[in-house]
């Protein structure tokens, strides 16, 4: 059974770069879609953005040109940056995965990582 | 652009059947997706590509569409079932994956 566990600071700071890593453990990352999903204290699910194993990503129209994924398949961990933070970035981030012969869907999910922006 | 609508709220007796619905604002045929979110824990896959239910998943959860509206619904529902729901489509117009609003499901 795949697990994944998100990490990085819980605090950052406006205009700052956040940077969040998520470790895939009991399983292949080299296979699938690994998205960024996150949600806004009492609200709902956004998603971020994917990256496929082999290095090709899309990301959210709403957050394009701010954010950045990237795979390290020898290290079985794929990462978030998201720049020119402010407070409407403060969320939960939640890594997830979206097999690769049905990508439609998140059959597993990281338990998330809460990110405070603020100074 | 697409865009997904969830009742708020919900509530059930105990035993009873919950049904929460999923419409969307354009044409049909997108596959929709269903999460459970309890407080404080990450989203669980209850139901995908419409109405399989992933392996754990008790049969008491269902999924069907109809039209331009997709149902997830509980039966004989239990205190545990106490949870936000999210229903998700990919759209393909946008290569984006959207989320519904969610719906609180209280037991009563």
């Known amino acids: 059974q795949v697990q994944l566990q998100e990490s990085g600071p819980g605090l950052v700071k406006p205009s700052e770069t956040l940077s969040l890593t998520c470790n895939v453990s009991g399983g292949s990352i080299s296979s699938d879609f690994w998205s960024w999903i996150r949600q806004s204290p009492g609200k709902g699910l956004e998603w971020i953005g994917y990256i496929f194993y082999s290095g090709s990503t899309h990301y959210n129209p709403s957050l394009a040109g701010r954010v950045a994924i990237s795979v390290d398949t020898s290290r079985t961990q794929f990462s978030l940056h998201l720049s020119f933070l402010t407070p409407a970035d403060t969320a939960v981030y939640y890594c997830?995965?979206?097999?690769?012969?049905?990508?439609?869907?998140?059959?597993?999910w990281g338990r998330g990582t809460l990110v405070t922006v603020s100074s | 652009s697409y865009v997904l609508t969830q009742p708020p709220s919900v509530s059930v007796a105990p035993g009873q059947t919950a049904s929460i619905t999923c419409g969307g604002n354009?044409?049909?045929?997108?596959?929709v997706h269903w999460y459970q979110q309890k407080p404080g824990q990450a989203p669980v896959l209850v139901v995908y590509?419409?109405?399989d239910r992933p392996s754990g998943i008790p049969e008491r959860f269902s999924g069907s569409h109809s039209g331009h509206t997709a149902t997830l619904t509980i039966s004989r529902v239990e205190a545990g079932d106490e949870a936000d729901y999210y229903c998700q489509v990919w759209d393909s117009r946008t290569n984006n994956y959207l989320f519904g609003p969610g719906t609180q499901v209280t037991v009563l």
């Open positions: 590509d419409e109405s």
């Open positions: 997830a995965r979206s097999p690769q012969r049905d990508f439609l869907y998140f059959d597993n």
């Open positions: 354009n044409s049909g045929g997108k596959s």
